[in-house]
């Protein structure tokens, strides 16, 4: 499996920003997620959305702005972010795996990784 991401830009407070990630391999076959690090600190969970059933889940800090969403006819799995605030800046990763649900929060569980996007939130 490989994983492009893209999608990241510079928007003021409020704004919107889509994020996508395109999967070249079994598309639905994996647990398709979006991390994020600022400078500083650690890779935090963001979203996924679940190979089976397509639940999803979100961190409590992006819940209600964030939606996470495959577009199987691009084979992307996409992370829509809107109300974006400063403390939204970061690299964005997306990631895939074969994760159960109670551990789909960790980065350790993803096996495929792809590049970072940068989303920079000007106050």
């Known amino acids: 499996v490989q994983l492009q991401a893209s999608g990241g830009g510079a928007v003021q407070t409020g704004g919107s920003l889509r994020l996508s990630c395109a999967v070249s391999g079994p598309f639905r076959a994996y647990t398709m997620a979006w991390f994020r690090q600022a400078p500083g600190k650690d890779r935090e969970f963001v979203a996924a959305?679940?190979?089976?059933?397509?639940?999803?889940h979100y961190a409590d800090s992006v819940k209600g702005r964030f939606t996470i969403f495959r577009d199987g006819a691009k084979r992307t799995v996409d992370l829509q972010m809107n109300s974006l605030k400063p403390e939204d800046t970061s690299v964005y990763y997306c990631?895939?795996?074969?994760?159960?649900?109670?551990?789909?929060?960790?980065?350790?569980?993803?096996?495929?990784w792809g590049q970072g996007t940068l989303v920079t939130v000007s106050s």
């Open positions: 990631a895939a795996g074969t994760v159960i649900q109670s551990t789909l929060r960790e980065d350790s569980r993803y096996g495929y």
């Open positions: 959305i679940r190979a089976s059933g397509g639940t999803t």
